[in-house]
């Protein structure tokens, strides 16, 4: 079936730098896509999405870049903070689809 | 604005017992509610999900079942608990048809099943 799955399963960042959370997904009808942070015994929470029709969305501290030419999409951090360690999820849907497909997940590290 | 409760949270059974998780959404109406469970270190498998009261869909085939008694009410449910059932459950819920497929998640159940 349709999957959304990460490059990278895990990710040092020193405090202060720049990161970048990488997803690939495979359901080419894919039109919306949704970046969360889970914390540590949290629920996951909605950080930035992004439809098709665009290829970048800024937000505080984070952007979204959508590449649909090679089914890519990325997050990127700027000036990482210790709150940001957590592990990041992609996740995809296409219209009038009830569900989302989430990725497997990356775990950022912030190094003090 | 929306909020999202799930009680209990956290939960010690012992294998062949009971199971009745409850979420509950404040704030809006008619949502699309959706059970997920998370194993440790892993992501989310969906189990359930719902589009309206009496209205559950599987997912998985287990030993879980879902119902929708109210319009802002789903629970998780089992019958008899399965070693394999600990993990952590969420909920979340989802404004249908205003043009977002943004699912929002509650804090989770931690059950552990010994």
């Known amino acids: 079936g349709e999957s959304v799955g990460l490059h990278l399963p895990t990710l040092s960042v020193q405090e202060g730098d720049n990161s970048i959370i990488n997803c690939a997904y495979s359901?080419?009808?894919?039109?919306?896509f949704i970046w969360y942070k889970q914390e540590s015994g949290k629920g996951p929470q909605f950080i930035i999405d992004?439809?098709?029709?665009?290829d970048k969305r800024q937000g505080q501290r984070v952007t979204v870049l959508l590449n649909k030419t090679v089914k890519h999409l990325s997050l990127q951090i700027a000036a990482t903070q210790p709150g940001d360690s957590a592990v990041y999820f992609c996740?995809?849907?296409?219209?009038?689809?009830?569900?989302?497909?989430f990725g497997t997940g990356t775990r950022l590290t912030i190094i003090p | 604005s929306q909020t999202i409760h799930q009680w209990p949270a956290t939960l010690v059974q012992p294998v062949g017992s009971p199971l009745s998780l409850e979420c509950t959404v404040e704030?809006?109406?008619?949502?699309?509610l959706y059970w997920y469970r998370q194993a440790a270190g892993r992501g989310l498998q969906l189990l359930f999900y719902?589009?309206?009261?009496?209205?559950i869909s599987s997912e998985v085939p287990q030993n879980l079942s879902a119902s929708r008694p109210q319009d802002r009410q789903f629970i998780l449910s089992s019958k008899k608990l399965l070693l394999s059932d600990s993990g952590f459950y969420l909920c979340?819920?989802?404004?249908?048809?205003?043009?977002?497929?943004?699912?929002?998640f509650g804090p989770g159940t931690r059950l552990t099943v010994l």
């Open positions: 979340a819920w989802r404004v249908a048809g205003a043009g977002t497929d943004t699912q929002y």
């Open positions: 359901n080419s009808a894919s039109d919306y």
């Open positions: 992004i439809r098709s029709n665009m």
């Open positions: 996740a995809e849907t296409d219209f009038g689809n009830e569900k989302l497909t």
């Open positions: 704030g809006t109406s008619n949502p699309n």
């Open positions: 719902s589009v309206g009261i009496g209205q």
